[in-house]
């Protein structure tokens, strides 16, 4: 990415600057062309007698001035690019930039800014039988499965589309229990993609069979549940802000490459303890954490800190915009990512659990690296905010740890070490 924005006077500095405009086309030049992002008025003028100026013909032939709003046209067109996209595309994916801040705020997203276009050639369709739909951990599976081929892989279901091979794009199609999914595929290998979409559909998306209602046999009464009696341990998800820190790229690349590998050893320990299903939790984190990164390194900087927030908050608030449910709690494990690569950006230290007593964990909410490593002298979870259909609250139910949400901030004026209870049915709290 290229700047030329403001002119050479300290006492007016706001404007633009034709020449220089047209001095940055002639460092940018490449034969791929060049996209120019302006905001109003005499910044559209200056570009277009930037190109009047150029004595290269070709050269103003492969430039293209765009409409697209200028921050989250930059963004789209810079991760368009780095994927090798063409220039009609990156000038289509940014003008279309807007539409994940529409579906943030709640905004109708006119179909004009579907950003994948289908291709031609062959395609197969399936009937999609999980019964969470294509969440988080089967929609890892898939764009794993198809990562490895070369030819260009669509997937539409009703009227939105998808990169096959992009997790992001995937978990936004909003896919239930029932729908249809369709991949398109052309290229050299399209047939082997289709294939391996067969397969791993056939295998329900390595998700477990669905065992359906099943028939009332009996009714039974349950034992009475002892409540559970300990000391609370506050402990909220960090927050750090990363316009506040500052990251080279290889400081950047650096903290990603440990959060993968925190990650692969994550996926080891919880598959062994707590099942295969919530150790693909984490591998499902490792394919964000590779996209998420890989967008926020399609950008010429020197200071990714600020970048990677911006990548992860757009990401997490597409998600946390939509209906479905499980699709929306996918939004933490994006903001549980960001903040692990924050946290090391700013060498902050490890908040470690108590080791020794028993205790109540109480926050305002829970990230699933947390719910994983809680000891097992963690009795319960008792969250201000939370989610059940998060995958916080699929490891705690994993590890038979109780997990209380939706309690109200009166729960954050409790104390480190002050004494409660909690009634196991009801989730009745009370403080002594």
Same mark, same amino acid.
């Given at each position: ?183 398109? !595929?052309?290229?050299?290998? #399209? @047939? &082997? *993609? /289709?294939? $391996?979409?067969? %397969? ?109 927030? !911006?990548?992860?908050?757009? #990401? @997490? &608030? *597409? /998600?946390? $915009?939509?209906? %479905? ?39 305002r909410d829970l990230y699933p690296l947390r719910a994983a490593t809680l000891p097992a002298n963690c009795l319960a979870v008792v969250l201000a905010e939370g989610d059940p259909h998060s995958h916080a609250a699929l490891l705690c139910q994993a590890a038979q740890r109780p997990y209380y949400s939706g309690a109200g901030d009166a729960v ?21």
């Amino acid at each position: 990415i290229h700047t030329a924005a403001g002119i050479d006077d300290a006492d007016n500095p706001v404007g633009t600057d034709a020449v220089r405009i047209m001095q940055t086309l002639l460092e940018a030049d490449n034969p791929d062309g060049i996209l120019i992002l302006v905001d109003l008025g005499s910044a559209i003028l200056s570009a277009q007698t930037a190109l009047d100026l150029l004595d290269d013909p070709a050269l103003a032939a492969r430039c293209r001035i765009s409409a697209a709003p200028l921050v989250e046209g930059a963004i789209s067109a810079a991760v368009a690019a780095s994927s090798g996209a063409d220039l009609e595309t990156v000038a289509r994916e940014a003008t279309q930039a807007l539409a994940a801040k529409q579906v943030a705020l709640g905004e109708n997203v006119p179909a004009s800014t579907a950003p994948v276009a289908v291709p031609s050639g062959a395609s197969a369709t399936i009937t999609l039988t999980n019964r969470d739909g294509l969440h988080a951990r089967p929609a890892a599976r898939l764009a794993a499965a198809l990562a490895p081929y070369h030819a260009r892989l669509v997937l539409t279901c009703g009227d939105k589309q998808a990169d096959g091979k992009s997790l992001n794009q995937l978990a936004l199609l909003q896919a239930r229990s029932g729908d249809c999914l369709t991949l398109h !595929a052309n290229g050299d290998d #399209a @047939a &082997a *993609a /289709l294939q $391996a979409f067969r %397969d791993l559909a056939a295998a329900n998306f390595g998700d477990p069979a669905d065992r359906g209602d099943g028939s009332l046999l009996a009714r039974a009464t349950p034992a009475t549940a002892a409540p559970i009696r300990a000391a609370v341990w506050r402990c909220d998800p960090p927050q750090h802000d990363g316009d506040a820190l500052h990251a080279d790229r290889a400081a950047f690349n650096e903290a990603v490459a440990t959060v993968a590998a925190r990650l692969e050893t994550l996926q080891d320990k919880i598959s062994a303890r707590l099942g295969a299903d919530a150790g693909d939790i984490f591998a499902a984190h490792a394919q964000l954490l590779a996209e998420l990164s890989e967008a926020t390194l399609a950008h010429d900087a020197t200071n990714y800190a600020p970048i990677w927030q !911006a990548e992860t908050t757009q #990401a @997490a &608030a *597409a /998600l946390a $915009a939509l209906p %479905d449910p499980y699709l929306r709690a996918r939004a933490a494990d994006i903001c549980d990512l960001a903040q692990q690569v924050l946290a090391l950006l700013a060498d902050a230290p490890e908040t470690v659990a108590p080791d020794n007593a028993p205790f109540i964990l109480v926050a305002r909410d829970l990230y699933p690296l947390r719910a994983a490593t809680l000891p097992a002298n963690c009795l319960a979870v008792v969250l201000a905010e939370g989610d059940p259909h998060s995958h916080a609250a699929l490891l705690c139910q994993a590890a038979q740890r109780p997990y209380y949400s939706g309690a109200g901030d009166a729960v954050l004026a409790l104390t480190d070490g002050q004494s409660i209870q909690i009634e196991r049915e009801s989730g009745a709290i009370y403080h002594h």
